[in-house]
């Protein structure tokens, strides 16, 4: 089913099923994270970047903190994740999306690539898996230190 979901709004013309499995133009079965990327499409843990020409997944860029936290929380099954209608729908409408609240003041959820975020730093800041103050740095490449933390906190679940 996370397959046919991302078949559904990859924009990239060349995915193929055989012989190879190509899900996204910037990862080849001769790359060392194919399989790793490959699989993390398939159970729904990843999305590359469908929004972009081709849908890339960008694989030698760091990985945000935000999106980490959101591999994170699913991989533990405690959270999956919902298309912004989904979430639209759940909270009442576009103007309740925009109004979401967070504790960190670098988290806006008008700004439209946010409009997401809140629901996983709220749900990890309450089950303290992570435990930043003021300012989450959604954006800023996670770090080791960091994500063993995140580990650490997320065992106590």
Same mark, same amino acid.
């Given at each position: 089913m996370c397959l046919f979901d991302f078949t559904g709004y990859s924009r990239f013309d060349g995915l193929q099923l055989t012989p190879e499995l190509i899900l996204y133009p910037d990862v080849k079965p001769e790359d060392p994270y194919y399989e790793s990327v490959n @699989?993390?499409? @398939?159970?729904g843990f990843a999305r590359g970047f469908? $929004? #972009?020409n081709? $849908?890339?997944f960008h694989p030698e860029q760091p990985v945000s903190r935000i999106h980490a936290l959101k591999m994170l929380l699913q991989a533990m099954d405690v959270m999956q994740w919902k298309e912004r209608a #989904?979430?639209?729908a759940e909270l009442g409408g576009v103007q309740a999306l925009r109004a979401q609240k967070t504790p960190f003041a670098d988290i806006d959820p008008r700004i439209p690539s946010m409009w997401w975020y809140p629901r996983y730093v709220n749900f990890a800041h309450l089950t303290r898996v992570i435990d930043d103050k003021d300012f989450f740095a959604p954006n800023k490449p996670l770090t080791?230190?960091?994500? #063993?933390q995140w580990l650490k906190n997320a065992l106590n679940l």
């Open positions: @699989i993390a499409t @398939i159970l469908p $929004s #972009e081709d $849908s890339p #989904e979430l639209k080791q230190g960091v994500l #063993e």
